[in-house]
């Protein structure tokens, strides 16, 4: 069995660990750019990933990604990134965003799933079944969606407990009943 080869830093330049050695005495300014740049000092010393990650108390997975990105972008590497989608539109047919709110209409369990409260992976997945997207989408991508629509996930989500309370039960029959 051949041995996996360990994940390294690419050879640093004296202009590169200048930016990387004052990143890493920032000491929380840039929380960030302070992990990746000891991340990268530390690869760059020959230390493996997972001896890396349990210095810096990280995942070895963070760290691995850290050096890959250090090893495409350089220095760009240590500016942080939005973790939402750029661009959810190509992912919905044309008028598939606006038809969300039509599967809201109607309770999950007649898309044959199951829950009786609405969630955005839920949603994720009656968008998918009804065609509304090209293909099985991220939660994250269905909130950015009501984004764009103008309709906060949280305000609805309020919305559609309230009306579930509004709605009849046997015991909100039996308490007016008493009275």
Known sequence: MAKRQTLMARAIT???????????DSYGYAPFAERRSRILLASSEGKPPLQIAAE?????ETVRRAIRDFNQRGTNALI????????????FIPG???????????????????????????IADAAFAEGLTKSRVSDET??????RLH?????????M?????????PYRRMITLRR
């Open 14 to 24: 004296a202009e590169e660990r200048g930016i990387l050695e004052v990143f890493a």
């Open 80 to 91: 942080e990134g939005s973790p939402k989608p750029h661009r959810t539109g190509d992912l």
């Open 96 to 122: 598939g965003r606006e038809r969300l709110l039509d599967i809201l209409r109607r309770p999950p369990k007649s898309y044959g799933l199951s829950g009786d409260e609405w969630t955005l992976e839920l």
């Open 151 to 159: 309709i906060p996930w949280g305000h609805f989500k309020r919305i």
């Open 161 to 169: 407990r309230r009306e579930n309370r509004k709605a009849p039960s």
């Open 56 to 60: 810096l108390s990280v995942d070895d």
């Open 142 to 147: 269905i909130r950015i969606a009501f984004i």
